[in-house]
């Protein structure tokens, strides 16, 4: 059987991909790559560079590439067998991984080599690559003993194998739902794009009336503009409910979860799963993380209670003195009301300028011309669905640096959200940006919300730099970065969404061709920081969640997680939360993969902090400013993780951030030019 995922050649044959495929491929590559480490532990052969840590660099690459490829089928573009096919081989991958740095011999073979002259002269860059690897390897078990060994690989086994059943019972809850309406008069206040889209929905299901679901265009669209407060409830209590319930209920799944890590910690010499996660990170400690969450919490809390009164003010001044206390389904609906009173803005009035061609040109314009680069679609390579577009990016002088892949819209086998996944490290790097965004329908392309905009330049963010990295070795390249910093070249992209330089030239109207009006434009940028506060706490709140769950929660002390999440997360949140309050057992970030933001979910705030500081640059020389952009580029984009993220930083913006920038630029300080 010709078997594609044999194959690591470009470009990706995601044509010829099949389930029958994966358990083969991925038993076929664990095997080479064990063979590959075992020549590497006992070799007689005098310690080296190149068979040493040189060598398990590429010993690899072939497992990781092929791993990556399925994990992402599986969330793009999974089936019944392509799953199966998956479960199949994570026990098989995750046990090859967990038992690297097991391996005594090659452990003592790593450490025989740094103990030589050769090793004390390395380059920066490898003498980096054999630190991290050494205290990754003790981080990760080196120096348990064997009967501790086999208990922390049964808890990695379990760990994957449990997370990913979290991360399938979210996607297959989120595909069981869907309402439909049969009388329009019920669906007043949606905007005519929500209509068209739950209409075209309708028709693909052969079903009359308007089909809503809980894919994310249609949930925020009811929740924004429906008038009818029992629609809103509705569609918000199926949403809240999807795992927590039923035949995809992922409370058990969470409670796992939390003890798997809790034990692996603990197996490992670690008071928690912070602990374990965070020495690698800017942060360093889960204290230092927690200690920022609070602080930066505290300097939100008042202007937060400010535009919480003022939105139940303009509530009761719209229904009366006795209109009811404001609900979770009701804070998006009456926010934007208010935002429409406060500024003549509706944001459906921007939907017609973003159309998502001028969009794609736009990202990819400023991009090259900030940072000496050219985007082209590219021809010939294969995608898992028809709608994926794939583009190039090359160096003037024809080098190719990166291919990607741009998959914009839901999908029924498509998880939800948006991310940017790499799929190879080498020369080129290829990766892929996901979105979920409004689709097109009949007779009108794909219109984009000013915040899919965003979402569109973040991702394209942490592709660029994935793309763009020119780091020698695979494990320090791109965005193998702290975790606390990769959030900082996708967050700072989203500054050009709200610039009048970006705005101005590519914001046209999808049928007239006509630039986006002044005025509009002035009011999409006075309402920037509208509810600021409220937006940030939302998001403290969740970071707030994720370092409690990771190091202070305890079943047996602390009771149900679900009502210790809901009387945590009550605190950040401006109306009062139902009980039972299913938000954790979908919270994805934390829970769909072993580690993934794990006691890790802080790490978007303190990435903004980073970013507020650092585009201060670009607002200073001209956010179109070549030169800047190529500094961003060499000193950050191209590095990975070849220095510390702090003096990269530096490198970049000649001095460590300023914390209070992020205030500055959200309105709850003022500017310190001011």
Not at 278 to 287: H, I, K, N
Not at 323 to 344: S, V
Not at 546 to 574: C, F, K, M, S
Request: a negative charge; glycine letters at 6%.
């Amino acid at each position: 059987m010709e078997n594609p995922l044999l194959d690591p050649a470009l470009p990706i044959p995601f044509d010829r991909i099949r389930p029958e495929h994966i358990v083969p491929a991925m038993e076929y590559w664990v095997g080479v790559a064990r063979e590959r480490l075992d020549a590497i532990a006992m070799s007689s052969e005098a310690p080296s560079w190149d068979n040493s840590f040189g060598a398990l660099e590429a010993a690899t690459l072939e497992l990781e590439s092929a791993s990556t490829i399925v994990e992402h089928l599986e969330g793009c573009s999974t089936s019944p067998e392509l799953r199966e096919a998956y479960n199949a081989t994570l026990p098989l991958v995750t046990a090859f991984f967990t038992g690297i740095p097991l391996n005594t011999e090659l452990y003592r073979r790593l450490r025989e080599f740094d103990a030589t002259a050769e090793a004390k002269a390395l380059s920066s860059v490898r003498r980096r690559l054999a630190k991290k690897t050494l205290d990754d390897f003790r981080r990760h078990g080196a120096e348990l003993g064997p009967e501790d060994k086999a208990k922390l690989e049964q808890l990695d086994d379990e760990l994957s194998r449990v997370t990913s059943k979290f991360s399938q019972n979210v996607l297959d809850a989120t595909n069981a739902f869907e309402s439909c309406e049969t009388d329009a008069s019920a669906l007043a206040g949606l905007p005519p794009s929500a209509l068209a889209e739950a209409r075209e929905s309708a028709a693909s299901k052969g079903l009359p009336g308007y089909r809503f679901t809980l894919h994310a265009p249609s949930l925020v669209a009811v929740l924004t503009y429906a008038q009818d407060a029992g629609l809103r409830e509705r569609i918000w209590r199926a949403n809240d409910a999807r795992c927590r319930q039923g035949a995809f209920d992922n409370r058990e799944q969470l409670v796992r979860i939390l003890a798997l890590r809790q034990q692996k910690a603990e197996l490992l010499g670690f008071a928690d799963f912070a602990e374990l996660v965070m020495v690698d990170r800017m942060a360093r400690t889960g204290q230092a993380a927690a200690t920022f969450v609070a602080e930066l919490t505290e300097a939100t809390v008042p202007a937060y209670q400010r535009e919480l009164e003022e939105l139940r003010a303009f509530r009761r001044d719209a229904e009366g003195a006795d209109a009811p206390e404001l609900m979770p389904w009701d804070i998006g609906y009456y926010a934007e009301k208010l935002r429409r009173a406060r500024f003549d803005f509706d944001e459906e009035q921007l939907r017609p300028y973003f159309p998502v061609e001028r969009m794609l040109e736009a990202v990819f314009t400023v991009s090259s011309e900030l940072f000496g680069v050219r985007i082209s679609p590219l021809e010939g390579w294969t995608t898992w669905e028809p709608s994926v577009r794939v583009y190039a990016i090359d160096d003037p002088d024809g080098t190719r640096l990166g291919v990607f892949y741009v998959d914009l819209y839901p999908r029924e086998n498509k998880n939800g959200g948006a991310w940017m996944h790499g799929l190879v490290s080498g020369e080129p790097n290829v990766g892929l940006i996901a979105l979920n965004a409004s689709p097109p329908v009949p007779g009108r392309p794909a219109l984009l919300a000013h915040r899919d905009v965003e979402t569109l330049w973040h991702e394209f963010g942490h592709l660029l730099h994935h793309c763009l990295s020119r780091v020698e070795l695979r494990s320090l390249a791109g965005t193998s970065v702290a975790h606390d910093f990769v959030e900082l070249p996708s967050q700072i992209m989203e500054n050009w969404c709200w610039e009048r330089a970006m705005l101005d030239r590519f914001a046209r109207h999808y049928e007239t061709n006509q630039p986006i009006p002044t005025e509009l434009v002035d009011k999409l940028r006075a309402a920037r920081t509208f509810r600021a506060a409220t937006g940030q706490m939302r998001q403290l709140g969740f970071a707030a969640l994720d370092l409690a769950l990771h190091r202070d929660y305890r079943p047996e002390h602390n009771g149900d997680v679900l009502d210790y999440a809901r009387e945590l997360q009550q605190r950040y949140t401006p109306a009062p939360l139902p009980n039972p309050y299913g938000m954790s057992t979908t919270f994805s970030h934390l829970f769909s993969r072993p580690v993934g933001y794990a006691a890790g979910y802080y790490s978007y705030k303190w990435a903004e902090v980073l970013d507020a500081d650092a585009f201060g640059r670009f607002a200073e020389e001209g956010v179109l400013n070549p030169e800047v952009g190529r500094a961003w580029r060499n000193e950050v984009l191209a590095q990975g993780d070849a220095a510390e993220p702090m003096e990269l930083f530096v490198a970049f913006r000649g001095r460590p951030p300023r914390p209070a920038a992020l205030l500055e630029r959200l309105g709850l300080v003022p500017p310190l030019s001011a």
